[in-house]
Nanobody, 119 residues
Framework: VQLQASGGGLVQAGESLRLSCAAS????????MGWYRQAPGKQRELVAD???????NYADSVKGRFIISRDNGKKTMYLQMNSLKPEDTAVYYC??????????????WGQGTLVTVSS
């Protein structure tokens, strides 16, 4: 099982980016999925997560600007980031709670994608 994150890049403040996280491998089901970020010198923090049924949760710092979503058929999660600020600069990681085809249940992490917002 692998998670592949993509979509990061360099943008100016006020612009938008869309991150994607695709799961692949022998997957039976995916429960909660989430985006985390880690800025230089800081701890990794939750940005947003989404349950299998679509219920969402956001960090206060991104409420009203970011939208998390998922496509269960494609085993893919998205993060639409609008009105980006320099303080959003970080490496963004995706995480998924996955039940594999042979029954084991594990939290998997993607490799991270860098988002840089210039002022």
């Amino acid at each position: 099982v692998q998670l592949q994150a993509s979509g990061g890049g360099l943008v100016q403040a006020g612009e938008s980016l869309r991150l994607s996280c695709a799961a692949s491998g022998l997957i039976f089901s995916i429960y909660d999925m989430g985006w985390y970020r880690q800025a230089p010198g800081k701890q990794r923090e939750l940005v947003a997560d989404v349950g299998r049924g679509g219920n969402t949760n956001y960090a206060d710092s991104v409420k009203g600007r970011f939208i998390i979503s998922r496509d269960n058929g494609k085993k893919t999660m998205y993060l639409q980031m609008n009105s980006l600020k320099p303080e959003d600069t970080a490496v963004y990681y995706c995480k998924a709670d996955i039940i594999e085809m042979y029954g084991s249940r594990t939290d998997y992490w993607g490799q991270g994608t860098l988002v840089t917002v210039s002022s």
